[in-house]
């Protein structure tokens, strides 16, 4: 059972457009919810996080939005670059887990000049 | 520019080779992390280290066997893998307690591994 459901799984967008991506999920316990930046051939890389107390987070062009009802929460890019273009990944994680993260499937961004 | 260092980056190893890929990270963190991820997919967590010792093992296979000498340094031993087993491993470590959520995962880059 995938605990984090993630769309869309690709997506292009132009250069200075937004990019929008979903994720939802069913464990009402999770309290911490990262989003990773992946480019080719390298880790991971935290990008932005937020905790079901606030509903939204932003930071420079990105901005987490968090629905706690809906069981929702969606990353935005502003004014998407070309440099912005990379694998996304949401993920959640439960308290006192030792931060065993339930990563989504994945979103590659594809930003065209 | 990562402060988790993998070596190496690239390993060609055959299914009766014992080879080790090593992992090291100077940010005082005492939580770390091995990691497998499959192209175009989600990096899986296989084990945790906390304190240097083992808190999750995600019923990884005998044939990948973790050691964490001390906290700056894990290692993850592979003994007659299987052509499946080819993937990235990554690892990772985060600030401290790994017990509480929220504590910022650092990966490395990886190591790509390729069984033959």
């Known amino acids: 059972q995938q605990q984090v459901k993630q769309s869309p799984q690709s997506l292009i967008v132009q250069k200075g457009g937004i990019s929008i991506i979903n994720c939802a999920y069913e464990?009402?316990?999770?309290?911490?919810f990262p989003w990773y930046q992946q480019f080719p051939g390298k880790g991971p890389a935290l990008l932005i996080a937020?905790?079901?107390?606030?509903s939204e987070k932003k930071e420079g062009r990105f901005t987490i939005s968090f629905n706690k009802s809906a069981k929702q929460f969606s990353l935005h890019i502003m004014d998407s670059q070309p440099g912005d273009s990379a694998t996304y990944f949401c993920?959640?994680?439960?308290?006192?887990?030792?931060?065993?993260?339930?990563f989504g499937s994945g979103t590659k961004l594809n930003v065209k000049p | 520019d990562t402060e988790v260092t993998q070596t190496p980056k690239h390993l060609v190893m055959g299914m009766t080779n014992k080879k080790s890929l090593k992992c090291e990270q100077h940010?005082?963190?005492?939580?770390m992390y091995w990691y497998k991820q499959k192209a175009k997919k989600p990096p899986e967590l296989m084990f945790v280290?906390?304190?240097?010792?083992?808190?999750i093992n995600e019923s990884v296979p005998s044939r990948f066997s973790p050691e964490c000498p001390n906290s700056s340094l894990l290692n993850l031993h592979l003994h007659a893998l299987q052509p499946e087993d080819s993937a990235l491993y990554l690892c990772?470590?985060?600030?401290?307690?790994?017990?509480?959520?929220?504590?910022?995962?650092?990966f490395g880059e990886g190591s790509w591994l390729t069984v033959v």
């Open positions: 990772a470590s985060s600030h401290q307690m790994a017990v509480s959520s929220g504590n910022t995962i650092y």
């Open positions: 464990n009402t316990a999770f309290d911490y």
């Open positions: 937020i905790r079901p107390d606030v």
């Open positions: 993920a959640a994680s439960p308290p006192m887990s030792f931060n065993k993260f339930y």
């Open positions: 940010m005082g963190h005492r939580a």
């Open positions: 280290y906390s304190y240097e010792k083992l808190s």
